[in-house]
């Protein structure tokens, strides 16, 4: 495996970390700010990392 492509997947795999922390983060924010508030900022992460997703595999196809 060359090094851009274990590099692509280390980001991956980081992206997605990032996302299972936040979404960890709901219950405590739920006790904080309350549930609807504390839903809507997990509806707004998970379209977040969607478009993420949907972005970065357009410009993956693009460069290939």
Known sequence: MDDVELQKRLR???YRQYLILAL??????AELVGVWVAGLFAIVVGFAAFTMVVIY???DRSTA
């Not at 960890?24 to 924010?29: D, I």
């Open 57 to 59: 595999r357009r410009n």
């Open 12 to 14: 991956r795999i980081e």
């Open 24 to 29: 960890l983060v709901v219950p405590y924010l």
